[in-house]
């Protein structure tokens, strides 16, 4: 069992950086794939980023493409979304997850049905 904390969050004007945090117990990070989604008010959890369990692959959505990126620090249990030059449209819970090995090179990777565990979310807020 993997327990998932995220923090960072909060308000920030638009074009600002924040950077979530994600602290993981009761397993080491390494060997699980790791991931962000979001889900905005009145939407679906949508996916962000993730990275491999070696840290030397990441995927990213196309809506934070060059401005987010995510990084893990398995020595830590920690893995990381610094999220620069942020958006009204940004604005969401931002949920941490992990998977398995092969989650990151699953063609799905970007659903929440292939991901195991799930943290509580931490919120960030845009505004313009």
């Known amino acids: 069992q993997v327990r998932l904390v995220e923090s960072g969050g909060g308000l920030v004007q638009a074009g600002g950086s924040l950077r979530l945090s994600c602290a993981a117990s009761?397993?080491?990070?390494?060997?699980?794939?790791m991931g962000w989604f979001r889900q905005a008010p009145g939407k679906g959890r949508e996916f962000v980023s993730a990275?491999?369990?070696?840290?030397?692959?990441?995927h990213y959505a196309d809506s934070v493409k060059g401005r987010f990126t995510i990084s893990r620090d398995d020595a830590k249990n920690t893995v990381y979304l610094q999220m620069n030059s942020l958006k009204p449209e940004d604005t969401a819970v931002y949920y941490c997850?992990?998977?398995?090995?092969?989650?990151?090179?699953?063609?799905?990777?970007?659903?929440?049905?292939?991901?195991?565990?799930w943290g509580q979310g931490t919120r960030v807020t845009v505004s313009s």
């Open positions: 997850t992990a998977g398995g090995a092969d989650t990151f090179s699953s063609v799905a990777y970007h659903t929440t049905g292939l991901w195991d565990y």
């Open positions: 009761g397993r080491t990070t390494s060997g699980y794939a």
């Open positions: 990275v491999s369990w070696s840290g030397g692959s990441s």
